[in-house]
């Protein structure tokens, strides 16, 4: 089946440091990938997606790349803010799946 | 703004209690889902829908049941609720088709906090 895999966390970093947080993944078909972003007390937001290999997703300075070679969506910034600290997932979906399938969340925080 | 609405930000039940978590959309989406939260295991499907009166399992059923009889809210039931139900539950909703090149056009809720006692 389907599944997403994170890097452990919680990350605690200060701000302007760089941003890595790791994703790789397991699909039976060719996914679409996403990130979504949980901050304190809200829901899910979508932060970034790509839904083919190679493409790359971007959005309020994180990016992350498909990379189909090596099953990896990892997620990078280049300079943290306090205001990035949130919970993170990395998720996925197949096309007409409808279903998405998340990561287990990884908790970022980001020190003045 | 478009959005979809769970009834309760906190709940605090009893054990035994049968508990009615709702969550209704304003986007005449076809699909909606019942997510369970808890730290270190990211979001586990519970239910989800694809159109009125329909449902399918998700990957952690037991203890759940959902019911869809309008097309604008979904709502998750605990027929009786015990401790490891304690966990936040999100509520989302997706159109169908998926909407191309986007996020399938999923919107969550902001999420119910469940403490079963």
């Known amino acids: ?112 | 703004d478009v959005k979809v609405t769970q009834s309760s930000r906190y709940l605090v039940k009893r054990t035994g209690e049968k508990v009615f978590l709702e969550c209704v959309q304003d986007m005449d989406h076809e699909n909606m889902f019942w997510y369970r939260q808890d730290p270190g295991l990211g979001l586990r499907l519970i239910y989800f829908s694809y159109d009125v009166k329909m449902k399918e399992k998700g990957d952690i059923p037991e203890g759940y049941s959902v019911s869809r009889e309008k097309k604008e809210r979904f709502s998750l039931i605990l027929e009786s609720a015990s401790t490891n139900q304690t966990s936040m539950y999100l509520c989302a909703s997706s159109p169908y088709p998926p909407l191309q090149g986007s996020n399938y056009g999923y919107t969550f809720g902001s999420g119910t906090r469940l403490t079963v006692v």
Not at chain 1, 8 to 21: K, M, Y
Not at chain 1, 89 to 97: K, R
Request: aromatic share 12%; glycine share 10%; proline share 4%.
């Open chain 1, 1 to 112: 089946g389907n599944s997403v895999t994170q890097m452990e966390g919680p990350v605690t970093l200060s701000e302007e440091a760089f941003l890595t947080i790791n994703c790789t993944y397991t699909a039976t078909g060719y996914p679409s990938l996403f990130w979504y972003v949980q901050y304190p007390g809200e829901g899910l937001q979508l932060l970034l997606k790509a839904t083919k290999a190679d493409d790359k997703g971007s959005n309020k300075g994180f990016e992350a790349t498909y990379r189909k070679e090596t099953t990896s969506f990892h997620l990078e910034k280049g300079s943290v803010q306090v205001s990035d600290s949130a919970v993170y997932f990395c998720a996925l979906s197949e096309w007409g799946a409808q279903k998405l399938v998340f990561g287990q969340g990884t908790r970022l925080t980001i020190n003045p």
